[in-house]
């Protein structure tokens, strides 16, 4: 029926009015110029973003619905990217929880949300690998590792769609983006340039792609950057090509803001004409906030330059995608219930906790310092961190409720009442100041303190879109002032808030124990405070190798063995020490090859032990299943939840292999002493690799398992995979 009702009104639209559809225009504020309400009444307009209000939002609509010749409603879209009025962690932080379940959850929060506010389409979510913590963005994605990000991203398309072809009530369009390759932009740096062989493209990036197409994903945005010479927004092998023949996805590519017109500045088209037809040609859908298929497509089409079968194809996805949004029939948003707009319910900020505290990593904690002890009676809180509601919510958060957020400090104050007095001192304005004036008022504060925790880190809005950083320190004189704090000689607890992995060896160093926090959102105060106090043990794992310095960058943990591997990598070479002694390996002469630390890593408040690891059969055929089974016991005192890994390496074949690759991962909650067997099975496409002629490819040989804690996990099996 919808395929009939949509060939029907595609056959009535003319071609200004198919062109229309393929135009997604920004709202430059509250009121609209007369020359785009009368576009909408011309139906000339498909969609907008950023609309101020319901109220506007369903103006416009009307206007389209009831006024245009064809009746066509609008499409409404929006970045809802960790939140919308509960601002979750951002997504790295919550890769971090290895919990797609809770992720989804998240983002089922996040549609009901934005749809009460008339958003009908959620450009997310990102999921671009990045292995370069210097490009800002890597806040915004999932993190390092193909197979997490996938299932981060697929978790989010169901908590945004919910299951089933038509949106139900509360639910938003889903939108993957940045298709394809933007994460590896060179150097770190913003919109840069990517080159990227195919085999890694595919192996790579392009994996969280097929999840979140596979988990039916209604749109893809199209990235701003250069692949291989031939911008995404105008590359057809990779959006015809891929996305749409290959994976057979059904829905519609949206071009990133204005990056239509920007393959101009590329050098891909001499005019906006041109660029028009190369991104149409390509497989762009529709075009966002720039206006070259607006202004030239009607033209190119009646020059027979652009065949108007194109067109109708992107008109039909958006029109089949409008439909499955549930636009012609429900084309209006009803106001929200009476519950103030402003601020989030408890239920979500419930979630919000949670997921912050999930998200927690532990990185040190020398003697137990944390949980605190229940002989801490005074307690230095210290840092530009500690108290910011709006820098803990992280980039990408312009609808969150600044004033619903808790601080670690509030959270502080109403844990430890009158029972612990609370010492404050910011010790520096923001976490970029250099002015040391407020030192001596931290110190003096520790000084009269039994623990001192410090909040330190960057600020929100040092991440995200147009955020690259050529250095990873922290920011200011932030070390400076911890390496203050820790000569007090009070225990230090560093509390990292950040949206990338930031250089912290130095401040682990003068920490007694160190949390990374990420940027946590609404409820970050709260999360972490029932972290410190022992709540809960913290059970975040890294989804992003740490590095020692930027130098190392790009780093990651499936790196190859070269044909020199490092020997465990010599942790720099001593000022003076005579060079003879380093090998001709795959090192450095001044820092450690490991990062500073690794993907998957994360400690407890107890202790997990793995054993007992069995894969059978010990010789597989080609195409049958291996599973492996191993024990993780917790041999401390106290519950946790471990997330256990297991990686695979394939040892030899005719593309080399990485060391490790993550296969599975699951979360294992496990009283004091208690143990449980953990089982994975390994399909056929878990050992499958792009071989040189792009296409999945699985070779018989020795293939090693590894399970644990985080990717230099050590238990290890083997099995061999025999020709069939
Ligand atoms: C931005 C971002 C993209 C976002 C879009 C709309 O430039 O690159 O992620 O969805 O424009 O705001």
């Not at 915004?140 to 072809?165: C, I």
């Not at 037809?277 to 298929?293: C, I, K, P, W, Y």
């Not at 000084?447 to 001192?452: F, I, K």
């Not at 067997?677 to 878990?686: K, Y």
Request: glycine share 10%; proline share 6%.
């Amino acid at each position: 029926m919808a395929d009939r009702a949509t060939a029907d009104l595609l056959a009535r639209m003319t071609l200004a009015q198919k062109v229309g559809q393929m135009a997604q225009l920004a709202i430059p504020g509250d009121e609209l110029p007369d020359e785009t309400l009368d576009a909408i009444r011309a139906g000339r307009v498909g969609s907008f973003l950023n609309t101020r209000s319901l109220e506007q939002r369903n103006r416009l609509q009307r206007i389209a619905v009831e006024e245009s010749p064809l009746g066509i409603p609008l499409i409404f879209g929006r970045d809802v990217i960790h939140g919308f009025k509960t601002i979750f962690p951002i997504p790295l932080a919550q890769a971090a929880t290895f919990h797609p379940q809770l992720v989804e959850e998240a983002a089922a929060t996040a549609a009901r949300e934005a749809r009460e506010a008339g958003v009908d389409w959620a450009f997310a979510p990102m999921v671009d690998i990045a292995r370069d913590p210097r490009w800002g963005r890597i806040a915004e994605g999932f993190g390092e590792d193909p197979r997490l990000a996938g299932e981060m991203g697929a978790a989010v398309v169901r908590g945004f769609q919910g299951d089933g072809d038509v949106l139900g009530p509360g639910r938003v369009a889903a939108c993957a983006k940045h298709f394809a390759g933007y994460g590896a932009v060179e150097a770190g740096r913003e919109y840069n340039t990517t080159w990227i062989p195919e085999q890694l493209l595919r192996e790579i990036h392009l994996v969280p792609f097929k999840a979140c197409v596979d988990a039916g994903v209604f749109t893809v945005m199209s990235a701003f950057s250069d692949l291989n010479g031939v911008p995404a927004t105008g590359n057809e092998r990779l959006l015809r090509g891929i996305l749409k023949a290959e994976w057979g996805f059904s829905g519609f590519v949206v071009s990133d803001w204005a990056a239509v017109t920007e393959l101009v500045q590329h050098g891909l088209a001499g005019d906006e004409a041109r660029a028009a037809v190369q991104a149409v040609r390509a497989g762009l859908d529709m075009e966002m906030a720039s206006r070259a298929f607006a202004d030239h497509l009607e033209r190119l089409v009646e020059d027979g330059i652009v065949p108007l079968g194109v067109v109708d194809g992107a008109v039909w996805r958006i029109l089949t995608i409008k439909r499955r949004v549930g636009l012609f029939e429900r084309p209006y948003v009803e106001p929200p219930p009476s519950r103030c707009a402003s601020a989030a319910g408890y239920g979500e900020l419930t979630l919000a906790r949670q997921l912050a505290r999930e998200s927690v990593v532990l990185l040190k904690n020398d003697d137990r310092v944390l949980p605190v002890r229940p002989d801490v009676r005074s307690i230095a809180v210290v840092g530009p961190l500690a108290d910011d509601a709006r820098e803990q919510l992280g980039c990408w958060a312009y609808d969150g409720d600044a004033g619903a957020s808790v601080t670690a400090l509030s959270a502080l104050r109403e844990r430890c009442g009158s029972g612990i007095a609370l010492h404050h001192e910011k010790g520096l304005a923001d976490c970029r100041s250099d002015d040391r004036h407020g030192f001596d008022a931290a110190v003096a504060a520790a000084l009269r303190s039994d623990l001192v925790l410090a909040f330190v880190g960057e600020g929100g809005n040092l991440t995200g879109e147009a955020r690259s950083r050529a250095f990873l320190d922290l920011p200011g004189a932030q070390n400076e002032l911890l390496s203050c704090l820790a000569q007090t000689g009070r225990p230090l607890v560093t509390v990292f808030m950040a949206g990338r992995p930031l250089i912290v060896g130095r401040a682990c160093e003068l920490s007694r124990a160190a949390v990374y926090a990420w940027h946590g959102g609404t409820m970050a105060g709260p999360a972490i405070a029932d972290v410190l106090f022992g709540d809960l043990s913290p059970c975040g794992k890294l989804p992003v190798s740490f590095p020692r310095t930027v130098g190392q960058v790009p780093i990651y943990y499936s790196g190859k063995n070269t044909g020199r591997p490092a020997r465990g990598g010599a942790r720099g070479i001593p000022p003076g020490t005579p060079l003879d002694p380093v090998g001709f390996e795959s090192t450095y002469l001044d820092v450690d090859v490991t990062p500073e630390y690794p993907f998957g890593f994360g400690l407890s408040y107890t202790e997990f032990q793995y054993g007992d690891l069995r894969v059978t059969p010990a010789r597989a055929r080609d195409g049958e299943p291996v599973r492996a089974a191993f024990r993780v016991t917790n041999v401390g005192d106290v519950s946790g939840v471990e997330v256990a890994q297991l990686y695979v390496r394939d040892r030899v074949a005719s593309v080399t292999r990485p060391l490790r690759e993550l296969k599975r991962f699951a979360r294992v909650a496990l009283e004091a002493k208690a143990s449980a067997v953990v089982e994975f099975t390994l399909a056929p496409a878990d050992i499958a690799f792009v071989g040189n002629d792009m296409r999945a490819t699985i070779e018989p040989g020795v293939f090693d398992v590894f399970v644990g804690g985080d990717s230099r996990a050590t238990l290890a099996a083997v099995f061999e995979l025999s020709q069939a």
